[in-house]
């Protein structure tokens, strides 16, 4: 069974940087893409960011110039660098992974930026 496990959240002023990393385990499988989604209290689950098996990536207008994907597609792990990071920021992330035509989402991890 695919477990995406999440790592790297927490608590940081307004203009700090913070690092997510996801990696998914079992299976033998390398992801199509993979990425980040987030939900602010009160709002929907929107996309941060994702990358592709080919290294395309895709970004939400809000967090361009601020926020970088990676990923290796062989260890099937995804990162997020986040800087110049706001309040707006403030959300649980998740890690989302498209393995073999299946989606699978991670738990989240809580990510508070204070002013």
């Known amino acids: 069974q695919v477990q995406l496990v999440e790592s790297g959240g927490g608590l940081v002023q307004a203009g700090g940087s913070l690092r997510l990393s996801c990696a998914a385990s079992g299976s033998s499988f390398s992801f199509g893409s993979m990425g980040w989604y987030r939900r602010a209290p009160g709002k929907s689950r929107e996309l941060v960011a994702i990358?592709?098996?080919?290294?395309?990536?895709n970004y939400a207008d809000s967090v361009k110039g601020r926020f970088t994907i990676s990923g290796d597609n062989a260890k099937n792990t995804v990162s997020l660098q986040m800087n110049s990071l706001s309040p707006e920021d403030t959300a649980v992330y998740y890690c989302?992974?498209?393995?073999?035509?299946?989606?699978?989402w991670g738990q989240g991890t809580q990510v508070t930026v204070s002013s």
């Open positions: 990358i592709s098996n080919r290294g395309r990536t």
């Open positions: 989302y992974a498209v393995i073999l035509y299946n989606d699978y």
